[in-house]
């Protein structure tokens, strides 16, 4: 009887949508004499969220809102798609860099986008929809000082096709940061679309760098020093010191967060090993984990190395019996004493050039710690 009951409710709202009768709402579309006229109820209308909005929708909401020259629904939709929906922006990013210079009230999203593109400028240089980017949008991202991206790269991006619409561009390339080599290999094709001061400018310099020049020179652009946090390591046991069994792991490593298991193969120079921001503990099931990983170093070769990160989380850690020791699901597992098992599953790469059972020579496990 409940369940009809709010069936009908739910109907009766609906034809509140359809229906005319004591609204008190109107909105105006169009301009004259071109209006159309629609009918609501506050009601209704109050009880709508954008938080069920496809995030779609919610974009197309927010070109709409900017038509009307509704500037509150502009700025609350920007925020709510910069940080409840970044993925989505990120995702189309060539559509939303855009839009973002149609107007100064897309501030928010223009200031989004260029956080981002100053790390990572191909997605707007490598996207399909480069060439109709609109020439204030291309100049704007060519100011940004610390741009990580080459000069010569720059360039490369085949700006002949685009004379008509780069002429403006031209003069914020730092052509004298570019190489000799790239200079004759890359712009030199192109060069008829310069202004000839600044191709003969560009050779005078290289033949010799002290020469006047008539053009404007710009400044090398700021290179970002990445800086990782600052870390420390503590040994928690030695592990090559005697036979080092699963239960002497969990009586010296269980319940220590951020740990790094390293293991020398036997008769080998090659080193395994996997980080686990948990603790271990025995158990009997696997513990969901995106940030853990695995890896390799080969014969003290950074080019051999290889760093393999989670695809399957839910699989990514697995709390064994005590006889057994860490467990990075099957990809890196102590299964005795001194056999360990490597078969890939749920890590990307296959850190191991046979899976399969291997022996170890030496078993560590160190602490990851923040300095302080």
């Known amino acids: 009887m409940s369940s009809k009951f709010f069936e009908q409710l739910s109907q009766d709202r609906t034809q509140l949508l359809e229906s005319e009768y004591d609204y008190n709402v109107v909105i105006k579309v169009g301009e004259q004499p071109n209006i159309q006229l629609f009918k609501g109820h506050s009601a209704i209308l109050y009880q709508l969220s954008l938080e069920n909005f496809e995030v779609s929708a919610k974009f197309d909401l927010l070109i709409a809102a900017n038509e009307l020259e509704n500037t509150e629904l502009v ?10 929906n970044a993925s989505w922006l990120y995702l189309n990013f060539s559509r939303v860099y855009q839009l973002s210079f149609l107007t100064e009230r897309f501030e928010p999203l223009q200031q989004f986008c260029n956080n981002i593109l100053t790390k990572h400028p191909s997605l707007i240089f490598n996207s399909d929809d480069f060439t109709t980017l609109q020439e204030s949008a291309l100049i704007s991202l060519l100011k940004i000082d610390n741009l990580q991206m080459e000069e010569s790269e720059i360039w490369d991006k085949n700006f002949k096709s685009l004379k008509s ?3 403006h561009c031209l003069p914020h390339i730092r052509y004298f940061q570019i190489t000799g080599k790239d200079v004759l290999k890359k712009i030199k094709p192109y060069r008829y679309i310069l202004e000839e001061n600044i191709w003969n400018d560009i050779i005078a310099r290289f033949v010799d760098p002290e020469a006047p020049v008539t053009s404007l020179i710009l400044p090398p652009r700021k290179k970002e020093t990445v800086q990782l946090p600052s870390r420390k390591a503590s040994i928690i046991t030695p592990g090559s010191r ?5 239960k002497d792991f969990h009586k010296l490593c269980d319940n220590i967060p951020g740990t790094v298991v390293i293991v020398k193969i036997n008769s080998t120079d090659e080193i395994l090993g996997g980080y686990n921001p948990l603790v271990w503990k025995i158990g009997h099931g696997y513990v969901t984990m995106a940030d853990s990983f695995i890896f390799s170093l080969k014969n003290g070769s950074k ?3 290889i760093l393999s990160r989670v695809i399957n989380p839910s699989r990514a850690i697995l709390y064994h019996t005590g006889s057994c020791g860490p467990y990075f699901s099957s990809d890196l597992a102590m299964i005795g004493s001194k056999e360990w098992n490597c078969n890939q599953h749920s890590y990307d790469k296959c850190i191991k050039s046979a899976n399969g059972m291997f022996s170890i020579d030496e078993f560590e496990v160190f602490q990851i710690c923040k300095n302080t």
């Open 303 to 305: 080019n051999q190395s």
């Open 165 to 167: 619409t780069v002429q």
């Open 75 to 84: 700025k609350h939709l920007q925020s709510q798609l910069i940080n409840d």
């Open 242 to 246: 005697d036979r080092f069994s699963g």
